[in-house]
């Protein structure tokens, strides 16, 4: 293993699923499927909404947002897993877990924002549809676009550089399928106790956001009504706070692969289905956008 002042790693071995070497090209297979259908249904929902003008209203200009989110989530993990199945030893530079590691964080935080502020957007249309229209303006909602982006920037900024500011002083293995905070964590040669109260009080704040609607009662009407978005918050905040609030937690390895493949994997998969299928509108959307397609091929 090759050091730099006899404290920093310089490259990390990512294992992936190397312990379980017969499986590792059905897995593969499975995993490029999923990450290919996960590409196109969110390209879809953002060509959709893009040009449908009858759509360019905060709800499903959220959703655009999201599927924007959801793309770039699954480019920075898929393919260097993909690249892990068809390898025996994948080496990743310390820069290039630094940038994965930075950009989990920031897209992963951002879809925790933008979920949040999709639900206050819900919680105003239907508990409050008179004001709505002010309680949602333009302006209102661009403003919570622009908070969901830059706090997550910055997030990803204080968590990133603070953990890779840490020393390594080996084994330089990451028994896992990307560049985690956590799994990078289980490296650190010091002590982390105050990063871990940091991220346990990060993620309980964050995980808190699409909940703080001003009543119980308008909590419940709003839920019972937007059955998708409550499927997709706690699919993926359920599994992503495992990961989170205990940065060093007892789960085995495998078991911390499975919970992350859950929101690194299916639920950038699932969105598109879970907000689409239940809307007549954004089906509409999907269905003009095919017959245009097929205009223009036959033309």
Known sequence: MRRQNQSSVVEFILLGFSNFPELQEHI????????????????LIIAAILLDQTLHFPMYLFLQNLSVVEVSFSAAIMP????VLTTERTTISFVGCFAQTYFIILLGGTECFLLGAMAYDRFAAICHPLTYPMMMSKSVFVKLVMFSWVSGIIVATVTTTWVFSFPFCGPNEINHISCETPAVLELVCADTFLFEIYAFTGTILIVLVPFLMPSTTGRQKAFSTCASHVTSVTLFYGTASMTYLQPKSSYSPATKKLISLTYTLLTPLLNPLIYSLRNDEM???LVKLWQKKVTFWIV
């Open 28 to 43: 593969f297979g499975v995993f490029l499927v999923i990450y290919l259908v996960t590409l196109m249904g969110n390209a």
């Open 283 to 285: 089906k509409r959307a």
């Open 80 to 83: 260097e897993m993909l690249v």
